[in-house]
T-cell receptor, first 111, second 110 residues
């Protein structure tokens, strides 16, 4: 049973605001990846952190940023929210090159 | 460019019938291929990955490099197989940094 948790489960923001989403990894997992899943689409890779450093980034603007903490929990920050940022945000944790385990996601609605 | 295509958004078959979910990919190199599944009200989970060559819940998938395909098959569908299925690939960095297809919603009719 995976121990990956995400908070909050859902939230509503308005255009221009900033949001922080959180992910707690399963014990021992040193890699976290974040994905954006728009309605009716597959998840899209945002970025990955390995041992607190960014280790790859998808095609997302700099207003999407992240952090990984020494306990391997992670944050995804999005500044200057746009309507198109409305989506399900997934984190996935694991050991590098091994299977990654997904959290339940945070559903963000931007009005 | 890396791309995964799942041509069917919806697939409906009867219980006991064979199932095949199609996946084609585009990648300049040797990717690793995966199938992920999401059951109703559950999180996304790995079903199988091509390097392990396992059969999970009766599903198998063969990587065909010539046709750049990784179709998911099961000889006899069961009602509990109803779910959303995503094909995904990753590069040489391994199981991270996945590129997903749009997904196929599989419905098994009784």
């Amino acid at each position: 049973e995976t121990g990956v948790t995400q908070s909050p489960t859902h939230l509503i923001k308005t255009r221009g605001q900033q949001v922080t989403l959180r992910c707690s990894s399963q014990s021992g997992h040193n890699t976290v990846s974040w994905y954006q899943q728009a309605l009716g689409q597959g998840p899209q890779f945002i970025f990955q952190y390995y041992r607190e450093e960014e280790n790859g980034r998808g095609n997302f603007p700099p207003r999407f940023s992240g952090l990984q903490f020494p306990n391997y929990s992670s944050e995804l920050n999005v500044n200057a929210l746009e309507l198109d940022d409305s989506a399900l945000y997934l984190c996935a944790t694991g050991l590098r090159t091994e299977t990654q385990y997904f959290g339940p996601g945070t559903r963000l609605l931007v009005l | 460019a890396q791309r995964v295509t799942q041509p069917e958004k919806l697939l409906s078959v009867f219980k006991g019938a064979p199932v095949e979910l199609k996946c084609n990919y585009s990648y300049s190199g040797s990717p690793e291929l995966f199938w992920y599944v999401q059951y109703s009200r559950q999180r996304l989970q790995l079903l199988l990955r091509h390097i392990s060559r396992e059969s999970i819940k009766g599903f198998t998938a063969d990587l065909n490099k010539g046709e750049t395909s990784f179709h998911l098959k099961k000889p006899f569908a069961q009602e509990e197989d109803s779910a959303m299925y995503y094909c995904a690939l990753s590069g040489p960095e391994g199981a991270q940094k996945l590129v997903f297809g749009q997904g196929t919603r599989l419905t098994i009719n009784p």
